[in-house]
């Protein structure tokens, strides 16, 4: 599958139709550039709280309940995009009330035939658990699709291994990712790759960039796509196979190529999906040893 991940900057919206005509653009780039599978970051969907007013978009409880009273017209308009193009798309995460009335950090998927579902983040950073009180959602999900079997590991959920390796039998893992500063977007980036690395399979990083003075959220936003294979046998040597350039708005595009992960899975040069379970005897008997 040919993936677009995107370094995505949040825009002032005036108008509904300003946002029907800036997702119909980049939909349509990405499928003119034969993309299979989109991919926008987490909490790309705040610009939504823009239509609201100022006040609102710079209110943190005001901003989330704006963003997620509009969900269910950005999900028809996704999942509009997604047939007219024949595409997959993971949109952008979102502030939303659950069904049991906690706020999760949510991303919908949404496919050509017009199916939809959701990945919720599992852990929560310090800003959203103190600042934010956005909590843990539902379980992690394996989504069977045309394209192969994707997972979803929402920005600070890919820097603990144990989520990536719930997700081992999938194909490819997206990362949709929202960080302030340059450390953070090397955190996640490091854990895509780890969890390409401990998976042996495809991962794709997306990322929010620029800065945003109507909002307290989202106002400083470091990154740029990238998407990254195990480096071994039929992937490159570095385990980048495609990067855009850091802060720069645009899609970046690469092949995840299932033939190739199911070889490396099978006679990779190492095999760490398959010896991940010969740690468990050895954690258990760790001991303590005394140097003077």
Not at 128 to 137: K, S
Not at 192 to 199: D, F, G, I, V, Y
Not at 230 to 249: C, H, K, L, R, Y
Request: charged fraction near 20%.
């Amino acid at each position: 599958m040919k993936i677009a991940t995107s370094a995505y900057p949040l825009d002032w919206l005036d108008s509904w139709a300003q946002y029907e005509d800036k997702l119909a653009s980049w939909v349509a780039e990405a499928a003119g550039n034969g993309a299979e599978l989109l991919l926008f970051p987490e909490y790309g969907a705040m610009e939504l709280s823009t239509l609201a007013g100022a006040e609102t978009a710079a209110d943190l409880q005001g901003s989330i309940r704006a963003v997620s009273e509009r969900m269910e017209d950005a999900a028809a308009l996704h999942l509009k995009l997604a047939a007219e193009h024949r595409v997959h798309i993971l949109g952008a995460s979102a502030p939303v009330l659950d069904d049991a009335g906690k706020v999760v950090n949510r991303a919908e998927f949404y496919t050509p035939a017009g199916g939809r579902d959701h990945q919720d983040k599992q852990i929560m950073t310090r800003f959203e658990r103190e600042d934010w009180g956005v909590a843990g959602g539902g379980p992690l999900k394996v989504f069977e699709t045309a394209l192969g079997k994707i997972g979803v590991l929402i920005c600070y959920d890919s820097e603990f291994p144990l989520l990536g390796r719930a997700l081992a039998e999938v194909d490819v893992i997206l990362v949709p990712s929202c960080t302030e500063a340059l450390a953070g977007y090397w955190r996640v980036r490091l854990g895509a790759m780890s969890r390409a690395l401990e998976c042996q399979c495809v991962t794709a990083m997306a990322s929010v960039v620029g800065t945003n003075t109507w909002s307290e959220a989202v106002d400083v936003n470091t990154g740029m796509g990238g998407i990254f294979g195990p480096p071994d046998n039929g992937f490159p040597g570095t385990g980048v196979i495609a990067e855009g350039s850091m802060d720069q708005p645009g899609w970046t595009y690469g092949e995840a190529d299932l033939a190739a992960i199911a070889q490396v899975r099978a006679d990779g040069g190492v095999l760490n999906r398959l010896h991940w379970d010969e740690q468990v005897p050895r954690i258990k008997s760790v001991t303590k040893a005394l140097l003077c």
